[in-house]
């Protein structure tokens, strides 16, 4: 005899109730319908270590279509246990794959950081501003402070943050960089924080950000004055919560990384002309540090030159040119608009051009000097034979301090003016800057 079984509060969608509920509608005899829970109810209790029996008893006495609820009730509770089962171990292996993929890019990174430390090359200079850099690195390198790098364009400010970097507690972790610069302003939050596959249209992988990938280690945010205002408060809060969620994803993560922003704008102006968060401004701003022109480090360029002239011959495979007291007279008259990254350029072209011959250096100042007019030569500075003769002393005495007092030899003053040394030495006798013992 059939009975009616109520199947309102069983959903469609579960494929073991419904296959209850068929094999209910049938069975036409009441024995067969408990032969048939009972098997169903064994099989299924057999993967949570029970038996249905402890649960449910069916007996002659029992009303088969509240046993067949209750067991209804256990399937979907298992089925639900199951499910969330099979969910945090999806989630576990999901993680575990994105710790190996983060692994596997921190490698690349550092691979990277390996090969433009290397491109970059040292600090190279002995001028006071140098120094002055040299010491607040030394200082700051070791703690986990936010630094703001600020200089001109070309003058090192990624060679100082790899510095600072490099000495830091996070040094065996990767400095991953970031060109704020280069970032469409529509695709910056997924620059920094990744996003799920199919946030967004092109979106169709799961993808992670610069700030998971420096996990652990420095992200370097390089002109950091374009950062879209919009965005600003969202850096804001991974910097001082540290945490974020990726694009189009709910789940909150959490990430350890130090920040060392560069900008070669007045971030105060930006400020208050309203195109830069002050809270921001203050978070990155925890030790600046200021990078001097290379026209306010004269001192620097002698050394500079060599070090990039023998890395160009090196990489260019051309044979090694000779820096003349001329070549370094000249390159110390310019003002480098472009600073060290403009040097650097001007002596591979040089030694790309010299063919093995001498270095010519192609400066903006080369222009051919415009032809005096008649207004140019009546006011011209005119000087006393004096003042000429106390021009040319001041001279030969700022070369001697320049060069140690040497007035022989490549790195002597006579070298560094391009004269011989005996006419050096008999002009400074002339003048009474030398005795007859030749001090």
Known sequence: MATNIPTSNIPTSNIAASNIAASTTRASDETE?????????????????????????????????????????????????SIEEVRRVKDALHEELEERRRAEQQIVYLQEEVESAKALGPMVGKSQALRKVREQIAVVAPTDAGVLIVGESGTGKELVARAIHAGSRRGDKPMVSVNCASIPPELFESEFFGHRRGAFTGAGQDRMGRFELADGGTLFLDEVSEIPPALQSKLLRALQEGEFERVGENRTRRIDVRIIAATNRDLGH???????????????????????????????????AALFLQRAS??????????????LRKLERYDWPGNVRELQN??????????????????????PPEPLTESSEGSAEVFTEEEMLRHVRDNMMAALARCGGRVYGPDGAAALLGIKPTTLAARLKAAGLRDAKGS
Do not use: W
């Open 270 to 304: 930006e400020m208050e002309a309203g195109r830069f968060r002050p809270d921001l401004y203050y978070r990155l701003n925890v030790f600046p540090i200021e990078l001097a022109p290379l026209r306010h480090r004269k001192d620097d360029i002698a050394l500079l």
């Open 33 to 81: 319908l408990r032969s048939l829970i009972e098997q169903i109810a064994d099989q299924l209790c057999l993967t949570v270590g029970g038996r249905f029996d402890l649960l449910v008893r069916i007996d002659g006495e029992d009303d088969t279509a509240e046993k067949l609820q209750m067991l209804t009730n256990f399937v979907l509770a298992t089925a639900r246990r």
């Open 314 to 327: 090196v990489r260019l495979n051309a044979p090694r040119a000779r820096l003349t007291p001329d070549n």
């Open 346 to 367: 001007i002596i591979e072209r040089a030694v790309i051009t010299a063919r093995g011959g001498a270095l010519h250096f192609a400066l903006n100042s080369d222009a």
